[in-house]
């Protein structure tokens, strides 16, 4: 099906999806919600595969601009000059180019080199590395100038990362029944037609009622009729056909090729290998492959890097931080009467940290080690392979305030302890 937009801004020639033969069953149970199943016969034929591209920036500075004696020199990195046959050869072993950029077509992993400039201000060779964890290959490399600062220049390349459908990705049909992809489906185990199509992808029957995407019914009539005619089938904007009976229309087309009215089709199991009691919607649908990839959105943390003045860990996927648990999935807890789980959660996974508080006062502030150093003798505990520099320590827990040794250990947030020092510059005396 096309529109006279697609035809005029020529769509064909930047597809973004693919005509895909959709049934509407409830199939394996794996189809459930807004999931759909692909064939995997479909899916060793292309069904879906794509790239991403990935372009990064570097701003650098010229050798013309070193030397021409303006002030508008601010990065402090610039391209490495191919003369430089030291540099050339510390280069050419990371298997970059003379200049320090990546070959196009070049394969990166990571930890791989993909970019090499000059440090002035350390005054050697800066390599950067490749940080994502799947393989890509070098589209493109570019210099970009400035037209604010004729005397600064940027380094641009464009990495290529193959994309193949995996369970989670997204698709979605141009009239917004999205779904995302649950199971490839071996193709002989597929339902297939008494001509022995099977289709590429299966759908759950309840995602029309409430959705109301009537035009993706249409469109899988139109389709039908459009492939069985042999030709692209035109439609509008609110377009009338025959006596405004677009359903009469196109499954009168249907009729002449010997198909049913409506489009549904006898259908056999391709696990039991038994005809289905009822017939099964199907025809071809233009199906898209959406941006949202499992690739960029799975996020896993076991232990890493946390924050210096928190002690949390750190937020961001690249960071390879953790997710929040916040308020919300507290309530949740407590609702399923999981409270004890918090406790993970909210401080062994978290900032756990031990310290005292006096057990007078209330106060762990003021609660600090004292070391004591004792004489040498034989009730102090000391061995007779000790050194003689050496001098036994007793450690005690006291209250400066109190002025008592009465201190207990406990278990606490490290950001609790942050937070009463915060206070306390308020002037806020926090008690336990």
């Known amino acids: 099906m096309r529109t006279e937009t697609f035809n005029e801004y020529d769509f064909s ?37 794509g790239c991403v591209y990935k372009s990064y920036v570097k701003e650098v500075n010229s050798d013309t601009a070193e030397t021409s004696g303006t002030s ?47 440090d002035k201000t350390l005054n050697k060779t800066k390599l950067t590395s490749f940080k994502d964890h799947e393989a890509a290959r070098v589209e493109n490399v570019r210099l970009m100038g400035n037209e604010r600062d004729p005397t600064s220049a940027s380094l641009g390349y464009t990495l290529r990362i193959g994309r193949n459908p995996v369970i989670g990705d997204k698709f979605s049909s141009r009239h917004g029944q999205k779904g995302v992809l649950s199971v490839i489906w071996p193709q002989e185990d597929m339902p297939f037609t008494e001509s022995g199509i099977s289709p590429d992808i299966l759908i759950n029957p309840h995602a029309f009622p409430s959705r109301m995407t009537i035009g993706m019914l249409i469109e899988s009539l139109a389709g039908k009729g459009g492939a069985l005619n042999g030709k692209h089938i035109d439609v509008k904007t609110f377009e009338k056909y025959k006596d405004d009976d677009t359903v009469e229309y196109f499954g009168k087309e249907l009729v002449k090729h010997g198909y049913n009215y409506y489009g549904n089709e006898v259908m056999m199991s391709g696990i039991q290998g038994v005809q289905m009691k009822v017939d099964i919607f199907m025809g071809p649908v233009f199906y898209q492959r959406l941006r949202h990839m499992v690739s ?103 209250c400066g305030v109190c002025d008592t040794y009465d201190c207990r250990k406990v278990a606490i947030p490290y950001v609790l302890r942050y937070m009463t020092n915060e206070l306390a510059a308020m002037n806020i005396k926090l008690g336990f």
């Open 13 to 49: 020639q930047c597809p973004s999806g693919v005509n895909a033969v959709v049934a509407v069953i409830a199939y394996t149970g794996y189809d459930m919600e807004d999931a759909m199943i692909i064939n995997k016969g479909a899916y060793d034929r292309g069904f879906g595969h």
């Open 72 to 118: 508008a020199t601010k990065s402090r990195y610039r391209m490495i000059n191919p003369t430089d046959k030291r540099a050339a050869e510390e280069i050419a072993e990371k298997g970059l180019d003379a200049d320090g950029l990546p070959f196009i077509g070049q394969k990166v992993t990571h930890g791989d080199p993909e970019l090499a400039v000059f």
């Open 296 to 398: 960029d959105k799975s996020q896993a943390r076991s232990t890493g890097t946390y924050d210096i003045l928190t002690h949390q860990p750190v937020k961001g996927r690249k960071k390879m931080g953790g997710i929040r648990f916040g308020e919300m999935e507290r309530d949740s807890l407590l609702a399923h009467g999981a409270s004890f789980c918090l406790n993970d959660r909210l401080m062994k996974c978290s900032d756990y940290s031990e310290g005292y508080v006096c057990s007078k006062c209330g106060s762990i502030l003021s609660c600090f080690l004292n070391r004591q150093i004792l004489k040498r003798n034989e009730k102090s505990g000391a061995s007779a392979g000790d050194s003689e520099n050496t001098y036994p320590v007793k450690e005690e827990v006291y």
